[in-house]
C-alpha cells in the first residue's frame, strides 16, 4: 500500500516526514488514488495543494513541469495568470539552472501572491497555491540550489497534465463545459455545439432532458445562483439547427475493409457509442428491436419534452456516418448473440437498456385486469402514436421521472383526474424538481407516503385501487427513511386504469449458457467501469443495462469509455482506457468541488430562466412545453455569470 509522505491537500496537513515508511498513513486516507494508469503515484500537484508519496521526488523540478502546464492552459485574458505563470515558471528555471539567490526565493513567493489573489480565473488563482506550499514545507529543497547541492532530477518520470473544473467534473461524461461556455461568451456558437460533439451528437437532446449534474458543482451557488448549464447547451444546438450547423461537418465513412463492431440497441448509450466508432473508423452496426431509434428517449420521453424532430435529426448524424442500424431486429429471437462473431464482427457493444417494467407487488398486477398498464408499455404506446384507452381516471405509482411522465402525458391525453402515488415524501421523490413542479402546476393529485395494497375490479376490468398510508421509519440502504405501513389507514381511489411506473429492468432474452454472460443479482450485466469490457473478451456493455436505471448522460459516459476500449481491444487485442479516461477517473476520486473552499466573486447575479408555455396551453397537445433561450444577448449574460473555475493538476508517476 501507498503511503503519504506529505500532503497539504485541501488545506488538510499531513506531515509524516519524521516517520519511518511503515508508521506513516495510506495514501487512500488522504483521498488520492495509489496508482494512475497501472503505476504507482510518486505525487500528485494541483489547484488544493500538493501530495507528495516518494520521499526522493525533485519538488522544485515537478513544479516547474507544472507551472510549464499552467502556461499552456492560461487564456491570457488577465496578465496576473498569463504573466504572472511565465514568471513563475522562468524563475524555477533558473534555479533549477544553479543561478538563482535568496532574493529568488522571496520573490517566487511575493509573485505566488499577486498571481492568486489578482487573477480573473480559477486557473490563475489556484495553480499558485502548491508552490506556496512548497515553499513553506520544503524549503530546504529550494535552498539546497543554493548551496550548490542541486538535488539530482528524477529520471524516467512520467507527468500527465489534467484540466478540469468542477461543473466538468460533475459532468458523467467529462464534456468540456468552460470551453463551450467561453465559446457562447464569444458569440461562437458553432464552437460551442463542436465542444458538445466532442463527447456526443446528443447536444439537442441533452439540453432537454439532461439532469445537469454539473450544475450542483458550481461555484455561484454560495454567491447568488448556479448558472444554467444546460440551457446554454441547449441554446448552442438550437442555434446549430436553425443556421444549418451540421452541413459544415464532414466526416469520413468507413471504407469497404473497415473492422465491423456490432451494436445491441440504439438507445442513448448504443448510439454514443456507434457515433465515437465511427469517427474512429469503424464500420457500426446496431441491431435495435424497436421500429424507430433513440431507445428510452423516442418511446420512454414525451414529446412535450423531446420533440421527435431534435431526437431524429441527431440520430441522423450517427446514421451519416456509415453507422446501419437494423430496425425490427431482437437479439435473442431473431439472431443469437453468439452468432453476431460468424457475420464478422470484432467487438459487440450490449446497450439494450431497460424496457420491461418492474413488478409491485401488489394484489391483482398478475391477473390481467383491463386497465392495468406498466409504465414502461404505456408510454411505448403513446409515444410510437398508437391509440391508448384509459379512461377519465387514473392512478400512477411512482415518484421517478417515468413516473412523472405518465401522469403528465395522462393530462394531455384528456384524463379528467390524474392521482400519484408515491410511498415516501415529496422531499425524497427521485424526480427532478422541475418535472415533480409542472406535474402539480397541470392538476395531478398527489398522495403522498401511501402505497398501492390491491387493485380492484368488476368483470375483469380495473374499478379501483386500495391503499395504504405509511409513515418513515429508519434510513434503508439507499439512505431515505425506510417507509412503513401504517394499521388502519386504508383508503381506495375510484380509478379506470392503474399504471406502475416503480422500475424498470432488462429484457435478457439473448442471455443463453453458450453466450458466458451471466447477469448479477440486481438484473445488470456486470463489466469493468474503466473499460466497459465483460467478463468475456471483445464483448463490451454500457447504459442502463450495466448501470440500472440511470441518466442519459451516465449512459453516455458509459458508451465513451466502452468505445476507446473497443477501440484498443480490436488495434491491440487488450482493452485499455485512454490516458484521458484515466486522468479524469482519477481527479474524480480527489474531489473537484468543495462547497466550503470556492472563489471569491461578486454576487447578485440572477440565474437566467427559461420560457416555458402557459399551463392552459400546454396541457392541450404534446408540443414542447418548455422553450429553452432564444434572446442571444440574455444567453450571453448569462454565459458571462461564469468565471471560468479551472484547475489544473499533475500526476506524476
Known amino acids: 500500500m501507498s503511503k503519504v509522505f506529505f500532503s497539504s491537500w485541501n488545506g488538510k496537513l499531513v506531515d509524516e516526514r519524521n516517520k519511518k515508511p511503515d508508521e506513516r498513513i495510506d495514501l487512500a486516507q488522504a483521498d488520492v488514488p495509489p496508482q494512475i494508469d497501472g503505476e504507482d503515484l510518486k505525487a500528485f500537484i494541483g489547484w488544493a495543494g500538493l501530495v507528495v508519496v516518494d520521499p526522493e521526488l525533485n519538488v522544485v523540478e515537478a513544479l516547474k513541469e507544472y507551472f510549464r502546464n ?9 496578465i496576473p495568470c498569463r504573466a504572472g505563470s511565465k514568471v513563475i515558471a522562468d524563475r524555477l528555471e533558473k534555479l533549477i539552472g544553479g543561478s538563482g539567490s535568496k532574493e529568488d526565493l522571496v520573490f517566487l513567493k511575493e509573485m505566488s501572491k499577486l498571481v492568486k489573489d489578482s487573477s480573473l480565473c480559477e486557473l490563475g488563482m489556484s495553480s499558485p497555491v502548491p508552490l506556496l506550499h512548497a515553499l513553506e514545507y520544503f ?12 538535488p539530482q532530477v528524477g529520471n524516467g518520470l512520467s507527468y500527465r497534465p489534467v484540466l478540469t473544473a468542477p461543473c466538468r467534473n ?16 464569444e458569440g461562437d456558437y458553432e464552437g460551442a455545439l463542436a465542444v458538445n460533439r466532442e463527447k456526443t451528437t446528443l447536444v439537442g437532446t441533452l439540453g432537454r432532458v439532461c439532469v445537469h449534474p454539473c450544475e450542483s458543482n458550481c461555484n455561484r451557488q454560495p454567491y447568488d445562483e448556479s ?18 450547423y451540421d452541413q459544415n461537418v464532414h466526416y469520413a465513412k468507413p471504407g469497404p475493409n473497415a473492422d465491423k463492431v456490432a451494436v445491441i440497441g440504439a438507445g ?24 424507430v431509434a433513440g431507445g428510452m428517449l423516442a418511446v420512454g420521453i414525451p414529446s412535450y419534452r423531446l420533440p421527435r424532430d431534435i431526437l431524429n435529426a441527431e440520430v441522423a448524424l450517427v446514421e451519416n456516418l456509415g453507422v446501419e442500424i437494423k430496425y425490427n431486429t431482437k437479439i435473442g429471437e431473431d439472431i443469437e448473440l453468439e452468432k453476431l462473431w460468424d457475420e464478422g464482427y470484432k467487438a459487440i457493444f450490449i446497450a439494450n437498456g431497460l424496457h420491461e417494467s418492474a413488478n409491485m407487488g401488489c394484489k391483482g398486477e398478475d391477473a390481467g385486469y383491463k386497465g392495468f398498464m406498466p409504465g414502461v408499455e404505456y408510454l411505448r404506446k403513446v409515444n410510437l402514436g398508437e391509440k391508448v384507452d384509459i379512461g377519465d381516471r387514473v392512478a400512477v405509482i411512482g415518484g421517478g421521472n417515468v413516473a412523472m ?6 393530462v394531455r391525453l384528456g384524463v379528467k383526474e390524474v392521482n400519484l402515488i408515491y410511498r415516501r415524501s415529496r422531499a425524497e421523490m427521485p424526480a427532478n424538481e422541475a418535472e415533480v413542479d409542472a406535474a402539480e402546476e397541470e392538476g395531478i393529485k398527489f398522495h403522498l407516503v401511501a402505497n398501492p395494497t390491491c387493485i380492484l375490479e368488476e368483470g375483469s376490468c380495473v374499478s379501483g385501487l386500495q391503499c395504504i398510508r405509511m409513515r418513515l421509519g429508519e434510513p434503508d440502504e439507499s439512505g431515505r427513511r425506510r417507509p412503513e405501513p401504517i394499521e388502519g389507514s386504508d383508503f381506495v381511489l375510484e380509478v379506470d386504469t392503474v399504471i406502475p411506473a416503480i422500475g424498470q429492468v432488462a429484457d435478457f432474452c439473448y442471455i443463453t449458457p453458450e ?12 463489466t469493468d467501469p474503466a473499460t466497459m469490457e465483460t467478463d468475456i473478451p471483445g464483448v463490451f456493455a454500457g447504459g ?15 458508451a465513451n469509455r466502452a468505445a476507446e476500449a473497443i477501440d484498443s481491444y480490436i488495434r491491440t487485442g487488450k482493452s485499455k482506457p485512454t490516458s484521458q479516461v484515466v486522468n479524469e477517473q482519477h481527479v474524480e476520486k480527489m474531489g473537484v468541488y468543495k462547497e466550503e473552499v470556492v472563489p471569491e466573486m461578486i454576487g447578485g447575479r440572477t440565474r437566467l430562466e427559461e420560457e416555458a408555455c402557459p399551463v392552459d396551453i400546454r396541457i392541450k397537445g404534446f408540443d414542447e412545453a418548455e422553450l429553452g433561450f432564444k434572446n442571444p444577448s440574455e444567453v450571453l449574460n448569462e454565459a458571462e455569470r461564469c468565471i471560468k473555475c479551472l484547475r489544473l493538476g499533475l500526476a506524476i508517476s
Open 70 to 78: 499552467v502556461q499552456q492552459e492560461s487564456c491570457g485574458r488577465c
Open 139 to 150: 524549503e530546504d529543497d529550494f535552498s539546497a540550489y543554493l548551496n550548490q547541492e542541486q
Open 170 to 185: 460533475g459532468c458523467p461524461a467529462h464534456i468540456n463545459i468552460p470551453r463551450y461556455i467561453e465559446c457562447i461568451k
Open 227 to 244: 448558472l444554467s448549464i444546460r440551457l446554454l447547451k441547449r441554446f448552442a444546438a438550437d442555434f446549430g439547427v436553425k443556421n444549418d
Open 268 to 291: 442513448p448509450a448504443g448510439l454514443n457509442a456507434a457515433y465515437q466508432l465511427a469517427q474512429k473508423g469503424y464500420k457500426v452496426v446496431i441491431y435495435e428491436a424497436l421500429p
Open 405 to 410: 411522465d405518465c401522469a403528465r402525458s395522462a
Open 515 to 526: 453466450c458466458g454472460i451471466e447477469p448479477t443479482r440486481k438484473g445488470t450485466i456486470q
Open 544 to 558: 442502463d443495462v450495466v448501470l440500472g436505471a440511470a441518466t442519459v448522460i451516465e449512459a453516455i459516459a458509459s
